[in-house]
């Protein structure tokens, strides 16, 4: 190094007049680090020491090589004393969080990790990184996702540039992912707050805390500052963002309630409660638990002939790449006796039965030969009728599986839902002979009709303990209704159900939201999907609503997917025109959404579109071929419909003849679907659709396509 440089000890001093003489041993120590010899590196840096004591650069590359060592206790130590001396040395505090994190639960370490937040942000972005996602990590496990979300962020403003793409793509991922409700996805922006000269440098102090990912000292700040300024929604928002973004779950949803309540703004009200309650049911008394319990099993073989005679317990099909986890049976078990054939062609939802709990049968893998049964079941009652159900049909088979003192093992937690949600989740149970037919009759009847009067009729905590329907009479829970609706749209976006929520609107008085216009100066990426949900489209340009529209296809809502690319390919020629290979896929996408909110006869109109717009824009006979394999998988639904055997018909005659892979596809698809082959009565020309087609036989290369068919 240059003599005159600042040094790398941290002290502020020029090398010569600092550690000069042992800048040797120092890089030698950096390279025993760099080739992962941790104890080598310790062996130098024990050495240097004796003579060193209060070097900090040695102190904290022997803290660094301790814990590549897995020594966290003894970094731990070392880095506590010389932090009594120097309590604001940046990487001393950076790695003492590191080695906190590995001995104790994340929750427990918060406080020394926030400390290196402010500490060490600055001074060493990369080992806050480190801390930050492992933040995220914890998060993610424990269900909190907006302040997984929220870290993530963190990581991304001090990561490297090559790391910072991984850590993006991770955000759009998370954006993406349907399975959590999508007011809590994505961006949510602090609202503008402009304090009082007295209260202007708490506020300053907050943003401070804020900046440094410190989110829970920042809402203790902020909650002193409320006391002064009581009526601010908007500082109640900002502190149970803040909240939210730190995992405390229930402070996070008392905040934004109260921000709701004191919000002016209709539509800003709503946004906030909506949040508020999806958080509020996060809470554990809004919960129930799905209970898992363990038996020790006399002989599986005897076992499995008697669950098989019980007539409430169904024997699932196990799935053909079933991982090597010794499952040999699965059960479902039923709250009435499984149907005959003849009950489920005329089942209805008040017939059908319903699956209270599952059963799962081990043999273990290895020398120890134990076998072993798994009961699982909503905790109360259905777990209680399961276990009896259980215990009568195994007899004396089973016994419950003890711990090493001879007590039996508790039972155990295997994950939670909402009770609200329970009330509208679908618990009818299909026995594996029942018909494609029966299955999603019953499905769309309960989707469509049986979900929304269910929900009408549920009480909400969020409402006060009212129904919707009760709530809809008081015009003081206007705000909350119009949020619990929200909240219901995003439970059937999970499902992959799109809700026409008009009706429930006029049957409940709650006014349509306001739309949004659009600018060029808006950046997208902060809009939540609540707002892109109100968002103008029809006067916006092609440029600025395919932004729109790309926007929409990350956060997968059902709703704006399906109205933005039917928008896309209706009313939008020039872009569809500039974007073929994007139109092509839209037709396939909404053809998607409309399969799985059942409207199958939408779905159809998509599939056929699709295929026109291909055939008139000259696609290779591969591209034709995937439309109409698309339609026979979609109406394999229905296979006593005469539609699915006619265009099984079409493709064996006109695609078949041509490529005969197809017609050895579909020979395999019809006979699992267990029907009788259209074909093998059809009056069928062998060369009916011409001269077998080979690749050679297009003039576009399709090398790079894939044929897909259904197997």
């Given at each position: 190094m240059d003599s005159y440089a600042l040094c790398p000890c941290g002290s502020g001093k020029k090398v010569k007049f600092c550690c000069q003489a042992i800048m040797p041993e120092m890089a030698k120590i950096e390279k025993l680090q760099e080739n992962n010899q941790p104890r080598m590196a310790l062996q130098l840096i024990e050495k240097l020491l004796k003579e060193h004591n209060d070097n900090p650069w040695l102190i904290n590359q022997r803290g660094i090589s301790l814990i590549a060592d897995h020594r966290n206790e003894e970094a731990r130590d070392s880095l506590v004393a010389y932090l009594r001396q120097s309590p604001d040395n940046p990487l001393s505090n950076a790695l003492l969080a590191l080695a906190m994190t590995e001995l104790e639960p994340i929750d427990q370490c918060k406080k020394v990790i926030h400390r290196a937040f402010l500490k060490s942000m600055t001074a060493e972005p990369r080992v806050v990184a480190v801390l930050a996602s492992?933040?995220?990590?914890?998060?993610?496990?424990?269900?909190?996702?907006?302040?997984?979300?929220?870290?993530?962020a963190v990581v991304l403003r001090l990561e490297s540039e090559q790391e910072r793409q991984q850590t993006l793509l991770a955000m759009l991922e998370f954006d993406s992912d349907t399975s959590v409700p999508y007011p809590l996805r994505g961006a949510h922006p602090l609202p503008p707050y402009q304090p009082s000269d007295e209260l202007a440098p708490q506020v300053k102090k907050a943003q401070r805390l804020y900046v440094h990912a410190c989110f829970s000292e920042a809402a203790d700040l902020l909650e002193q500052i409320v006391q002064?300024?009581?009526?601010?929604?908007?500082?109640?928002?900002?502190?149970?963002?803040?909240?939210?973004?730190?995992?405390?779950?229930?402070?996070?949803?008392?905040?934004?309630?109260?921000?709701?309540?004191?919000?002016?703004?209709?539509?800003?009200?709503?946004?906030?409660?909506?949040i508020a309650q999806l958080l509020q049911r996060q809470n554990s008394e809004n919960n129930i638990p799905v209970l898992s319990r363990m038996f020790e099993v006399e002989s599986l073989s005897r076992l499995l002939t008697?669950?098989?005679?019980?007539?409430?317990?169904?024997?699932?099909?196990?799935?053909?790449?079933?991982?090597?986890?010794?499952?040999?049976?699965?059960?479902?078990?039923?709250?009435?006796?499984?149907?005959?054939?003849?009950?489920?062609?005329?089942?209805?939802?008040?017939?059908?039965?319903?699956?209270?709990?599952?059963?799962?049968?081990?043999?273990?893998a290895d020398a120890s030969d134990r076998q072993e049964a798994q009961l699982s079941a909503l905790e109360g009652e259905q777990m209680s009728e399961s276990a009896k159900i259980f215990a009568a049909a195994a007899g004396d088979l089973v016994k419950p599986l003890l711990r090493e003192d001879g007590q039996p093992i508790p039972d155990s937690v295997l994950q939670?839902?909402?009770?609200?949600?329970?009330?509208?989740?679908?618990?009818?149970?299909?026995?594996?002979?029942?018909?494609?037919?029966?299955?999603?009759?019953?499905?769309?009847?309960?989707?469509?009709?049986?979900?929304?009067?269910?929900?009408?009729?549920?009480?909400?905590?969020?409402?006060?303990?009212?129904?919707?329907?009760e709530a809809g009479k008081d015009s003081a829970l206007k705000v909350e209704l119009a949020?619990?609706?929200?909240?219901?749209?995003?439970?059937?976006?999970?499902?992959?159900?799109?809700?026409?929520?008009?009706?429930l609107r006029e049957q409940l008085g709650i006014s349509s939201d306001s739309p949004i216009s659009l600018s060029e100066e808006h950046d997208l990426n902060t809009f939540s999907v609540s707002r892109l949900l109100r968002l103008q489209t029809a006067e916006l340009s092609d440029e600025?609503?395919?932004?729109?529209?790309?926007?929409?296809?990350?956060?997968?809502?059902?709703?704006?997917?399906?109205?933005?690319?039917?928008?896309?390919?209706?009313?939008?020629?020039?872009?569809?025109?500039?974007?073929?290979?994007?139109?092509?896929?839209?037709?396939?996408?909404?053809?998607?959404?409309?399969?799985?909110?059942?409207?199958?006869?939408?779905?159809?109109?998509?599939?056929?579109?699709?295929?026109?717009?291909?055939?008139?824009?000259?696609?290779?006979?591969?591209?034709l071929l995937m439309w109409k394999m698309r339609e026979v998988s979609l109406r394999a639904r229905d296979t006593d419909d005469p539609e699915f055997k006619k265009v099984l018909l079409e493709v064996w005659n006109q695609y078949g003849a041509k490529l005969p892979a197809v017609r050895a596809r579909l020979d395999e698809f019809v006979r699992a679907l267990g029907i009788e082959a259209p074909w093998e009565n059809a009056i069928v020309t062998p060369g009916a659709g011409g001269a077998v087609w080979t690749a050679e036989d297009e003039q576009t290369s399709s090398a790079e396509k894939k044929l897909w068919l259904p197997d």
């Open positions: 492992r933040l995220v990590d914890y998060f993610l496990a424990n269900g909190k996702d907006m302040a997984a979300r929220q870290h993530m002064k300024d009581p009526q601010s929604a908007e500082l109640y928002h900002t502190i149970g963002l803040m909240r939210a973004w730190d995992g405390d779950i229930p402070r996070a949803a008392t905040a934004l309630h109260q921000a709701a309540k004191l919000y002016q703004d209709f539509e800003k009200a709503v946004d906030v409660e909506t008697r669950l098989d005679n019980e007539d409430r317990l169904c024997r699932m099909p196990l799935q053909e790449n079933t991982p090597a986890d010794g499952v040999v049976a699965a059960y479902n078990i039923l709250d009435r006796a499984v149907p005959t054939a003849d009950e489920l062609a005329n089942a209805t939802l008040e017939t059908i039965p319903r699956s209270i709990g599952q059963l799962m049968l081990y043999d273990s939670t839902f909402s009770k609200e949600e329970m009330a509208l989740s679908e618990a009818a149970f299909f026995p594996p002979q029942a018909t494609s037919r029966v299955r999603n009759r019953l499905r769309k009847q309960f989707i469509d009709e049986t979900v929304p009067q269910i929900w009408l009729k549920t009480p909400l905590v969020a409402l006060g303990g009212k129904s919707p329907a949020a619990a609706l929200r909240v219901f749209d995003s439970f059937m976006d999970r499902r992959s159900v799109m809700l026409n929520q008009a009706p600025i609503f395919d932004r729109v529209l790309q926007r929409a296809i990350v956060v997968k809502h059902c709703g704006l997917g399906h109205r933005l690319l039917s928008e896309f390919v209706t009313s939008r020629p020039q872009l569809v025109e500039k974007k073929p290979q994007e139109a092509e896929q839209a037709y396939v996408t909404l053809a998607d959404l409309c399969s799985r909110s059942l409207r199958d006869q939408e779905a159809f109109e998509w599939l056929n579109r699709g295929f026109q717009f291909s055939k008139e824009n000259g696609n290779v006979f591969e591209t």
